[in-house]
């Protein structure tokens, strides 16, 4: 636990140098009809996108280390030497985001806090309202419920065992379709004639249990989070068809999961390293037959590795 810890505040795998370009630079690893992948400085690349152009965007940035983990001429975000420094590097993302969404669109941000000499910063929330700052008006939050969590090794405080994710939209119109994400209840009702009556369904609540991803896992030693957490939102908030983004894509979960449900996606991060793994598991995707519906989860629903059941 702790390795995927540290492996998601320097962003990248273990024991591996983070290769982060500098400001000037914006180059494209990867550009097929549906997936484009960028490298750069998320706050650069993004300005190279065109107004209205994204459905729905989700995203797990690196978190607030107060480190520099390489050269002071790096833009990685997560290691401003402030919290309000941090808030600013996202809200600068959170701006260039909100240019590119369409008017009915969505964006999905999942960030964790830090508690430094014994007290916790609050840093969820104060970016949620630097974002409200800019315009995105907070839909919901979602407590993403960790069942295996950190061991707390804290004396005088409750084990931590949740991070949040707000969802933010454009307008009060968004786009939102309620029926993708039902969970289909069970068993289906008989009517007169014989006829299968379904009902419609439950839907899910603002609390979420979703196992946090194994970092040792050879499969993807990277920071990942769970294809479950990125699931609900793109079901819900991005059309068939329409674009999803991830500005932090990392090791590419938010690409994948777009692409399997039928939707188009545009990655952009910071690492050399992680659009090269990232474009390797496009190129797996690609072909493979859309997932079938999946049960959205919420908290009574037991869920073992991303998975929803
Ligand atoms: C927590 S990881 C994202 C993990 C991703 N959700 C996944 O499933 O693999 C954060 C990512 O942000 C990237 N990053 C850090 N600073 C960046 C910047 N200024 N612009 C773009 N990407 C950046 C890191 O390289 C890292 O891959």
Not at 26 to 35: G, K, L, N, P, Q
Not at 225 to 250: H, M, Q, S, W, Y
Not at 280 to 294: C, D, F, H, N, S
Request: charged share 25%.
């Amino acid at each position: 636990m702790r390795a995927s810890l540290n492996a998601r505040l320097a962003g990248c795998k273990k024991g591996m140098v983070l290769i982060v370009i500098t400001s000037n630079v914006v180059s494209s690893v990867f550009a097929s009809r549906e997936c484009g992948l960028l490298l750069g400085d998320a706050r650069e690349v993004l300005r190279t996108l065109a107004d209205d152009s994204v459905d729905c965007t989700v995203t797990s940035p690196p978190y607030y280390s107060g480190r520099r983990h390489v050269g002071d001429t790096v833009l990685e975000i997560g290691s401003e030497k402030t919290v309000e420094e941090y808030v600013e590097a996202l809200a600068s993302v959170g701006k260039e985001l909100y240019r590119v969404t369409r008017p009915t669109g969505s964006y999905w941000l999942n960030l964790d806090d830090k508690c430094e000499r014994k007290e916790w910063l609050g840093i969820p929330w104060r970016v949620a309202f630097a974002m409200r700052e800019i315009g995105w008006k907070i839909r919901s939050e979602v407590i993403w419920h960790k069942p295996t969590h950190v061991r707390n090794a804290a004396k005088d405080r409750l084990t931590p065992a949740h991070e949040l994710l707000f969802y933010f939209v454009k307008s009060k119109d968004a786009y939102y379709d309620m029926d993708a994400i039902r969970r289909p209840s069970s068993p289906p009702i008989w009517g007169k004639n014989g006829v299968v009556k379904t009902r419609r369904g439950s839907v899910p609540t603002d609390v979420w249990t979703l196992q946090i991803e194994d970092s040792t896992s050879p499969e993807n030693p990277y920071a990942a989070f769970p294809e479950a957490l990125v699931e609900l939102p793109i079901r819900a908030t991005c059309p068939r068809g329409g674009t999803v983004l991830d500005p932090f894509v990392g090791s590419g979960t938010t690409a994948v999961v777009a692409l399997r449900l039928g939707r188009k996606a545009i990655g952009i991060d910071a690492s050399a390293d992680c659009l090269e793994f990232t474009k390797k598991r496009i190129l797996e995707v690609r072909g493979q037959p859309a997932t079938p519906r999946q049960t959205p989860f919420n908290h009574a629903v037991k869920v073992s590795h991303g998975c929803m059941r």
